[in-house]
């Protein structure tokens, strides 16, 4: 047994709510727990303060009066309170809205540069120096292909010898001389 159903069966065992086994397995984990008797005594005394505590009353009518407050505050939530809007704004969000678009385009003004009220537009260097390049007769890559000669596929050039190396190595564990 660990502590969490310790704890789950605590009020249970001081009442003699649970059976036999849980008994056994709750007191065989008292005797390796000493901590867990302080927790037993613990709430032992919560539980007779509360039976000694007084009982409450209430008038006749209370329950009555409660359910009919229930009703009522569920009858309230279901009603949706409208209130003027705007698309779908209420006036306070979107006179809020109004002031942040306002304040946006101020700054806007604000960091825009002296004397340039009209963009205009100048080519970079990048563009400059494309337009000083000659130009090429526009030729689709597949043409290009099409109008070579050579066959890719034919290799006339000598195959490669490959060497025997196993004189010139020697592995770990190998006891050639």
Not at 155 to 160: A, F, K, N, Q
């Amino acid at each position: 047994m660990d502590r969490y159903q310790f704890e789950d069966l605590v009020s249970d065992y001081i009442e003699n709510n649970i059976s036999m086994s849980q008994r056994k397995q709750v007191e065989a984990y008292l005797e390796e727990n000493p901590e867990a008797k302080q927790k037993v005594e613990s709430v032992k005394q919560v539980m007779a303060s509360m039976k000694s505590m007084p009982g409450v009353s209430t008038s006749a009518g209370f329950m009555n009066n409660l359910n009919k407050r229930i009703a009522a505050e569920k009858e309230a939530s279901s009603v949706v309170k409208t209130a003027r809007s705007f698309k779908g704004y209420t006036p306070l969000m979107a006179s809020l809205s109004a002031v942040v678009v306002v304040a946006v385009v101020m700054l806007g003004f604000e960091f825009m540069p002296e004397g340039s009220s009209q963009a205009t537009l100048s080519p970079t260097m990048a563009e400059q120096q494309l337009d000083d390049l000659p130009e090429m007769p526009a030729q689709t890559q597949d043409s290009m292909l099409a109008e070579s000669e050579d066959d890719s596929t034919d290799y006339d050039g000598d195959i490669p010898v490959k060497s025997n190396f196993n004189d010139r190595i020697q592995l770990v564990g190998d006891k050639r001389p």
